[in-house]
């Protein structure tokens, strides 16, 4: 039996946890009944899919990120199927964010100076707020920086308490080499926690040396894994082609324009809703540069680290901005308190009125899309459509950048791209998306113009649907007669069926009898 005290500290426990809980899962509860929230998920979805269904990723089916996002996705339909399968992924949204509330509840328990009682649990809460304090496609999507974040704060938090251990660095490597394979960016904290490591260490240049290698492999290894599975499905050279192709996303996004405004815009739509904890976290990142206790310099470190990654690439969209709220919320809890006891209508403001806010758009998303006059592509008429028309086994392929029309229709990808970026050029964010006059053929792969080509003898899709007459996702500007490959294989293989919600769909020609 536990002793009385024991029980005594899991009631005070258990008690703002499941508090904490709660909270997540309402902030959230709009995912719980809408199975895809945005484009991103869609891909992560459709990628996950054709996997199940045997395709190679990077290979058989194509995006360029890194692959634990879609083995993530692949294990929640592989359970639940398409549509549940999302569901449950969303339910595990909610245990991630709500999980990672606690790590930074416990860091800061165990690691502030003179920690005021309640500030951990104002951790957990600032956490849980403002990562979804954001539209619904960006805050509440399962993009990489959830399922990231959980396994950078939890690298976190063994960093802090390895108290020299040379094991807990290597475990603390591993969790950061984990979230790696999520999003490259966190690879920021491995410059982290050497330079910490460096600094507290740097009278001892042979414990120097032994910890940044035990730091390295163990970050090495789960990278090393990838790299040996991709290679033994095949795919190593595809995987490769498609990580360098990230370098050519980052220098497009730089070299627009419009880079500052977009930064501008971003900050503005992030941090005004959020401006309680960030005016508090940069205020204490700020004090804690100059001086102060350890976990603030520490924090003040990773938040600037943060930053940085957020700005890689130059597109600045919401989800970004999940990987500087964690070091925001150490920094901010302490003084979120103080504020509280002194201000709470102050806090209120800052806390329960946006909440409120974005809880309300996500449910009415649908509505408020259509009143601020971009309503969402009617997919699930065309969907429909293809249905009445074709078995659900006949093979799809979408020309335009519309990903959710590869979810509802649940049918094999008639070539290996979910949208047909690298086809066109067009480059998320940037002025080749929103500026019809803006060419963007410089951003085309040709490759994949080989690709897609061997892809349509080899799979024959029945169906071709076109996105560009009605300007579907910004692809007026790409009709398939500016692309001579595309329109060679429509004019000699296809003919038009039918136009539905903006979109042509081209139906294969059956054989002559």
């Not at 904290?189 to 390295?216: D, H, K, Y």
């Not at 963007?440 to 080989?450: C, K, L, Q, Y």
Request: proline share 7%; net charge positive.
């Amino acid at each position: 039996m536990p002793s009385p005290r024991k029980r005594e500290i899991r009631a005070a426990l258990l008690g703002p946890s499941a508090i904490l809980l709660v909270l997540c899962a309402l902030l959230r509860v709009v995912s719980l009944f809408r199975p895809c929230l945005s484009d991103d998920e869609a891909i992560y979805a459709v990628v996950a899919r054709e996997m199940l269904g045997g395709r190679v990723l990077y290979d058989g089916v194509v995006d360029h990120k890194p692959p634990a996002i879609y083995l993530f996705y692949e294990a929640a339909q592989a359970i639940g199927g398409p549509t549940a399968g999302m569901i449950l992924l969303h339910a595990l949204a909610i245990v991630f964010v709500w999980l990672t509330g606690l790590l930074l509840a416990g860091i800061v328990r165990r690691h502030a100076a003179n920690p005021d009682p309640r500030a951990p649990f104002m951790a957990a809460l600032l956490w849980i707020l403002f990562s979804s304090f954001y539209f619904d496609v960006d805050s509440l999507a399962v993009n990489c920086e959830l399922p990231m974040m959980l396994a950078v704060v939890a690298s976190v938090a063994v960093f802090l308490g390895a108290r020299g251990r040379l094991t807990w660095l290597a475990l603390a490597g591993l969790l950061a080499g984990v979230a790696t394979l999520f999003k490259y960016q966190a690879g920021v904290q491995l410059v982290l926690f050497g330079g910490a490591w460096i600094l507290a260490e740097r009278t001892r240049p042979t414990r120097v040396a032994a910890g940044l290698a035990a730091l390295t492999v163990s970050a090495a290894a789960p990278a090393v894994l990838a790299v040996g599975l991709l290679h033994r499905a095949g795919a190593l050279d595809a995987a490769w082609f498609w990580f360098r192709f990230n370098f050519a996303y980052v220098q497009t996004g730089f070299a627009s324009v419009d880079v500052l405004g977009r930064m501008l815009v971003s900050l503005g739509a992030v941090v005004a809703p959020g401006f309680l904890l960030y005016s508090l976290g940069v205020w204490e990142a700020i004090a804690g540069i100059r001086r102060g206790p350890e976990l603030r310099r520490f924090a003040a470190t990773w938040l600037i680290l943060s930053a940085l990654a957020v700005c890689v690439g130059g597109r600045f969209f919401g989800h970004y901005f999940h990987q500087i709220a964690a070091p925001l919320v150490l920094l901010a809890a302490a003084p979120a308190v103080k504020l509280l006891v002194r201000r709470p209508t102050w806090f209120a403001v800052g806390t329960v009125v946006p909440a409120a806010t974005f809880l309300v758009l996500g449910i009415l998303h649908t509505s408020v899309m259509k009143a601020v006059g971009d309503p969402d592509p009617d997919y699930a008429q065309v969907s429909d459509w293809l249905d009445a028309h074709a078995p659900k086994d006949q093979a799809l392929c979408v020309w335009g950048n519309s990903p959710v029309l590869y979810f509802l229709a649940e049918r094999p990808l008639g070539c290996r791209f979910v949208f047909a970026n690298y086809l066109t050029g067009l480059s998320p964010a940037t002025k080749t998306q929103t500026d019809p006059t803006v060419d963007a053929a410089r951003n085309i792969v040709p490759e994949a113009w080989d690709m897609l080509v061997a892809d349509l003898a080899a799979r024959r899709p029945m169906f071709i649907v076109d996105a560009s007459p009605g300007d579907v996702a910004h692809y007026g500007k790409f009709p398939p007669a500016r692309f001579a490959r595309l329109q060679t294989v429509l004019d000699a293989e296809f003919t038009p069926a039918a136009e539905i919600a903006g979109m042509r769909i081209w139906r294969r020609r059956l054989p002559s009898p």
